[in-house]
């Protein structure tokens, strides 16, 4: 049985989006609550979630409304299912499965289409980083979209072999050592 880390708020400029310089604080210290701090604010909260709550936003933003009932690995009890929450609304969402070599693969992140691009996705990486290295994987990997091949590549991962093609759109594989 794995150990679950707290809750972890990810401090945001509400202006441009871009982390403060104390981009990762306990929520002990804030009760949960927005505080100011160098005219950032905390707007989501990176929590572990199950895997029911994953599936409506994949279902939109990854399946175009198609349906997602979720991956075979979901009820497995390594599987980490994180979701960033903004005032009780699941904002964004990502699922990583440890596979046999130490790493873990990084399924079905979604993030609500009007949050993208305001550093919902790298929260919820870093914290999936955190998770991760608690539990000594040696790296994550992802079938990333080509389309997301830029916000896996600024968060420090690297594209890896030619892209291929998985549920009728491009992709390449993406990893990053932990």
């Not at 990502?94 to 046999?100: G, L, M, N, S, Y």
């Not at 991962?157 to 030619?162: K, L, N």
Request: hydrophobic share 40%; proline share 4%; aromatic share 6%.
């Amino acid at each position: 049985m794995r150990s679950i880390s707290p809750s972890i708020v990810h401090w945001l400029c509400s202006n441009c989006g871009n982390p403060a310089q104390a981009s990762v604080v306990p929520v002990g210290g804030s009760g949960g609550k927005s505080v100011t701090l160098q005219s950032c604010r905390a707007v989501l909260v990176v929590r572990v979630i199950d895997a029911a709550s994953t599936h409506d936003l994949r279902n939109r933003v990854l399946r175009g409304g198609r349906g997602h009932d979720g991956f075979p690995e979901d009820a497995w009890p390594e599987t980490l299912h994180l979701g960033a929450v903004d005032d009780d609304v699941i904002v964004g969402v990502a699922t990583f499965v440890p596979r046999d070599d130490g790493w873990w693969q990084l399924r079905g992140m979604a993030v609500e289409p009007s949050r993208q691009g305001e550093g919902v996705g790298r929260a919820i990486l870093a914290d999936g980083d955190r998770h991760l290295r608690s539990v000594g994987a040696s790296g994550v990997w992802a079938n990333a979209r080509d389309t997301a091949l830029g916000f896996y590549e600024r968060a420090g991962w690297v594209v890896v072999g030619d892209g291929y093609v998985l549920v009728d759109l491009p992709h390449h594989r993406v990893e990053h050592e932990l």
